[in-house]
T-cell receptor
Framework: KAGVTQTPRYLIKTRGQQVTLSCSPI?????VSWYQQTPGQGLQFLFE???????NKGNFPGRFSGRQFSNSRSEMNVSTLELGDSALYLC?????????????FGPGTRLTVL | AQTVTQSQPEMSVQEAETVTLSCTYD???????LFWYKQPPSRQMILVIR??????QNATENRFSVNFQKAAKSFSLKISDSQLGDTAMYFC???????????FGTGTRLAVRP
């Protein structure tokens, strides 16, 4: 079974631009979560989608948004990029269910903002 | 809100020896999960072991075991017979049963010396 895939793996943008990152979950997984990883702040939860609906949201500005498609693939968008948005963005998927909270992570997208 | 604290930024262990990584957490939840994730230099986050809060028995996975002290809100990871491939960042994480958001600690960088 294929793991979580993220595209692109590396991205370089300039301040003020916007960016879209993509995540394909493990087949059968309906929940997708996004995390931002930086040396200073560590791993922080961005948001989680289930059945095309945002179920949970972290403490990030409105410039960060996401969506999920009917095939469970998810995208996250960051508008008006700032230098501080440079980070590794991790996507995680899980098979939804109250008793199963194991998340499987993708390799991440390394975003550099110049 | 939940917090997870890992007080050891870096640790080192000789190959074949045993090492224990510490983690404490704070929560008012009664039903939750605790995890240890490993992030090797390749950046792919991998689940090492998980513990359900309602289970008194400590989880074990081959060379990896935890010491879960619910009253003390402590969740340490013991790695026995350390191998070079265990070199990685280790993150302790907390998850609530009904949700997908994981709260991570700041990580412990483990180096296994040959």
């Amino acid at each position: 079974k294929a793991g979580v895939t993220q595209t692109p793996r590396y991205l370089i943008k300039t301040r003020g631009q916007q960016v879209t990152l993509s995540c394909s979950p493990i087949s059968g997984h309906r929940s997708v979560s996004w995390y931002q990883q930086t040396p200073g702040q560590g791993l922080q939860f961005l948001f989680e989608y289930f059945s095309e609906t945002q179920r949970n949201k972290g403490n990030f500005p409105g410039r960060f948004s996401g969506r999920q498609f009917s095939n469970s693939r998810s995208e996250m968008n960051v508008s008006t990029l700032e230098l501080g948005d440079s980070a590794l963005y991790l996507c995680a998927s899980r098979r939804a269910g109250l008793l199963n909270n194991e998340q499987f992570f993708g390799p991440g997208t390394r975003l550099t903002v110049l | 809100a939940q917090t997870v604290t890992q007080s050891q930024p870096e640790m080192s262990v000789q190959e074949a020896e045993t090492v224990t990584l510490s983690c404490t957490y704070d929560t008012s939840e009664n039903n939750y999960y605790l995890f240890w994730y490993k992030q090797p230099p390749s950046r792919q986050m991998i689940l090492v072991i998980r513990q359900e809060a309602y289970k008194q028995q400590n989880a074990t996975e081959n060379r990896f075991s935890v010491n879960f002290q619910k009253a003390a809100k402590s969740f340490s990871l013991k790695i026995s017979d350390s191998q070079l491939g265990d070199t990685a960042m280790y993150f302790c994480a907390f998850g609530v049963s009904s949700g997908d958001k994981l709260t991570f600690g700041t990580g412990t960088r483990l180096a296994v010396r040959p």
